[in-house]
Structures are given as C-alpha cells and as structure tokens.
C-alpha cells in the first residue's frame, strides 16, 4: 500500500538546538499533517497543511514550531528552539482528501535532553 | 476537556470473542469519524470510516454511528491475538482540517 517515509527514525539533541523532521508523504497526496505521540498514548493533533498553507493548528503547535514543504520536497516540521516537553514521537500523515484515510509514516523518536 | 471520549480504556477478550468498543465527541460539529488501530511500536492504520447514520461492515470489523449523539462502536469479531493494539477513535468536522484523536482504547486478546 502507500507509503510515508520519516527521516530520521531517532533524533537525540540538546534542549535549546534546533531540529527538522522530514517527511516524505505519498505521492498523489494533497493533506499533510503533523501529530505528536508521547509514551504510546494519545496522538495529539499538531498541524494541516494544505495547498502551501497550514489550514488548522492546536495549541500544541507553539511559536516554535513551523511546517513547509518547498517545491514538493520533504515536508518538514521545523521546531526551534527545541523544549524538554517536546521529546516524543512525531508522526507525519498524509492523505488524498479531507475526509480520505490518513496514511502514518513510521514516526521519528525525538529525545531533548 | 477531552472532546474525543473513548472507553473502556482497556479490554480484555478471549480469542473468539466478541470486543467492543465505544467513542463519543463533545463537539456539537463533529460529523466524520474514523477507527484507526496501532499495534506497539508501529504507526496507526485506518481500520473503517463512518460518516453517516447506521452500520458498516468489512469483513470481522462493524461500525456503528449515531450522529445525534455523536456517538460511534467498533466491534470486532472472532477476535483473534493479532487484534491487540491501541484502538484510536478519530473525529473531524465539516472541514476535516482538524481531526482529533481519543485517548484509545487497549485490546487484549488472550489465546
């Protein structure tokens, strides 16, 4: 089936550094999204992007947080500077519609010491 | 407040067994729900989308939703092991640009 792909899988980096997690989303997708998952528990709602523009974001996406994907490269959660509380796994989706499935990439493990 | 209400938090079924699970919106806007389901250590996969009245069914897997209460269940059928996971409800509203996820539901299906 579809697949997303996140790069890196683990991120280790001091608190204060910045960090980008890239992904790249299925081919014909049009919604991207951003989610954050701590400890296994409740995917939190981060941010959608769509059409170059994030189109809903939570209380979650802080001033520190931004989201691009340039000439339909990588898109890109950038998070600067990076916060204690922002250790955890940040999933990336991407879908064909607004109502259309989701497909998850594999995460990537984000450790701020 | 959590605005995606899923319970019981944990299940545990024998294989064989019929599991249940139930999700509520708080949100009076919410009209699109979907049941993802995540093994550990994995990402979340869609399992089934309900976004009218009344009941679907794929194979083991049936959804019910009732848009008045803004409430939906999954049920699964002849349960088997590699059913245990995370179950996660998820609900959108007439966008779509914002989906909320519960807090899930842990399925254990004991052989």
Same mark, same amino acid.
Not at chain 1, 68 to 81: M, N, V
Not at chain 2, 39 to 66: D, W
Not at chain 2, 75 to 99: E, F, G, M
């Given at each position: 089936?579809?697949?997303?792909?996140?790069?890196?899988?683990?991120?280790?980096?001091?608190?204060?550094?910045?960090?980008? +997690?890239?992904? &790249?989303?299925? *081919?014909?997708?049009?919604?991207?999204?951003? %989610?954050?998952?701590?400890?296994? @528990?409740?995917?939190?709602?981060?941010?959608?992007?769509?059409?170059?523009?994030?189109?809903?974001?939570?209380? +979650?996406?802080? &001033?520190?947080? *931004?989201?691009?994907?340039?000439?339909?490269? %990588?898109?890109?959660?950038?998070? @600067?500077?990076?916060?204690?509380?922002?250790?955890?796994?940040?999933?990336?989706?991407?879908?064909?519609?607004?109502?259309?499935?989701?497909?998850?990439?594999?995460?990537?493990?984000?450790?701020?010491? | 407040?959590?605005?995606?209400?899923?319970?019981?938090?944990?299940?545990?079924?024998?294989?064989?067994?019929?599991?249940?699970?139930?999700?509520?919106?708080?949100?009076?806007?919410?009209?699109?729900?979907?049941?993802?389901?995540?093994?550990?250590?994995?990402?979340?996969?869609?399992?089934?989308?309900?976004?009218?009245?009344?009941?679907?069914?794929?194979?083991?897997?049936?959804?019910?939703?009732?848009?008045?209460?803004?409430?939906?269940?999954?049920?699964?059928?002849?349960?088997?092991?590699?059913?245990?996971?995370?179950?996660?409800?998820?609900?959108?509203?007439?966008?779509?640009?914002?989906?909320?996820?519960?807090?899930?539901?842990?399925?254990?299906?004991?052989?």
């Amino acid at each position: 089936g579809p697949k997303v792909l996140q790069i890196p899988s683990h991120q280790i980096i001091d608190m204060g550094q910045m960090v980008t +997690l890239n992904c &790249d989303p299925v *081919s014909n997708h049009l919604y991207f999204y951003w %989610y954050k998952q701590i400890l296994g @528990q409740q995917m939190e709602f981060l941010v959608n992007f769509y059409n170059g523009k994030v189109m809903e974001k939570s209380k +979650l996406f802080k &001033d520190q947080f *931004s989201v691009e994907r340039p000439d339909g490269s %990588y898109f890109t959660l950038k998070i @600067q500077p990076t916060a204690l509380e922002d250790s955890a796994v940040y999933f990336c989706a991407s879908s064909s519609g607004a109502y259309a499935e989701q497909f998850f990439g594999p995460g990537t493990r984000l450790t701020v010491l | 407040q959590q605005k995606v209400q899923q319970s019981p938090e944990s299940l545990i079924v024998p294989e064989g067994g019929m599991a249940s699970l139930n999700c509520t919106s708080s949100d009076r806007n919410v009209d699109y729900f979907w049941w993802y389901r995540q093994h550990s250590g994995k990402s979340p996969k869609m399992l089934m989308s309900i976004f009218s009245n009344g009941e679907k069914e794929e194979g083991r897997f049936t959804v019910h939703l009732n848009k008045a209460s803004l409430h939906t269940s999954l049920h699964i059928r002849d349960s088997q092991p590699s059913d245990s996971a995370l179950y996660l409800c998820a609900a959108a509203d007439t966008n779509a640009y914002k989906v909320i996820f519960g807090k899930g539901t842990h399925l254990h299906v004991l052989p």
